[in-house]
């Protein structure tokens, strides 16, 4: 699917013939055609388009549902602030929201911020920055981890990160998995955490590990020291 996605960039036909189509058009022309969701569908920031909310990220769309747009929007007149971003950092803020009581929680005592991290067990610089937690938590920096096992569904990441979110200290575990230790098999209702996160980040665009999503819903890839992290956040 992120091939056939990425094929799409500049535009494509969705729809044949029709005139000027509604929300109801565009919602079917994207999952009729392109097999998308649309989760949610609003006015874009330019006449004639429709911004579509989806799984994959945010597509724009032309009213009449015939073409799609892949790509960023850019205010030339407000010194070219991102729209496409604003837009998506406002949702990233709904959508964790949402699944905050699932992450793996290490609480900042002084908390200032709270950023949430997509994390794999597998992954080298998460393992370093789990190494340097308390770097963060001094810094007043709250971490939430979610699950992102970058090699899929049938990866072994994915089936420790499992037993990782059923263990019976998950805190604990996230510190023996980060250390190479395997982890004891467990099942639960809670390991259907990863599949959520897992989406959550395809939906934010996340295409490695670690990628942190600040308190204001901006996201950045890759690892960060406390220190620098601390220096982004406060300039926000």
């Known amino acids: ?13 969705l729809v044949a013939g029709s005139a000027v189509a509604g929300e109801a058009e565009v919602k079917a022309a994207m999952e009729q055609n392109l097999g998308i969701k649309a989760e949610a569908i609003s006015p874009a920031p ?3 388009l429709y911004e579509v909310v989806t799984g994959q990220g945010l597509f724009y769309v032309t009213e009449d549902g015939s073409k799609l747009i892949h790509g960023q929007v850019y205010d030339l007149k407000n010194q070219m602030a991102n729209l496409t971003e604003q837009r998506m950092s406002g949702i990233r803020k709904e959508l ?12 900042a005592p002084n908390e200032k911020h709270v950023v949430t991290v997509f994390t794999d067990t597998s992954c080298g610089y998460c393992r370093k920055l789990h190494n340097e937690m308390q770097d963060y938590l001094d810094a007043g920096i709250t971490i939430r981890y979610l699950a992102f096992p ?6 072994g990441a994915w089936k420790e990160m499992e037993k990782l979110w059923c263990a019976k200290d998950p805190k604990a575990a996230m510190g023996d998995a ?7 098999e467990a099942t639960c209702p809670a390991a259907a955490a990863i599949a959520k996160h ?4 395809n939906t934010f665009g996340v295409n490695g590990t670690p990628a942190m999503v600040l308190d204001d819903g901006t996201m950045v890839p890759g690892y960060l020291p406390a220190n620098r992290l601390q220096m982004q956040l406060s300039s926000r």
């Open 1 to 13: 699917m992120k091939k056939q996605i990425l094929s799409l960039m500049g535009a494509l036909t």
């Open 46 to 48: 330019i006449k004639g």
């Open 96 to 107: 964790l929201a949402k699944v905050a009581d699932t992450a793996i929680e290490f609480k």
């Open 150 to 155: 970058r090699g899929g569904a049938n990866s």
């Open 178 to 184: 980060k250390a190479g230790q395997k982890l004891p």
């Open 198 to 201: 897992y989406q959550l980040g």
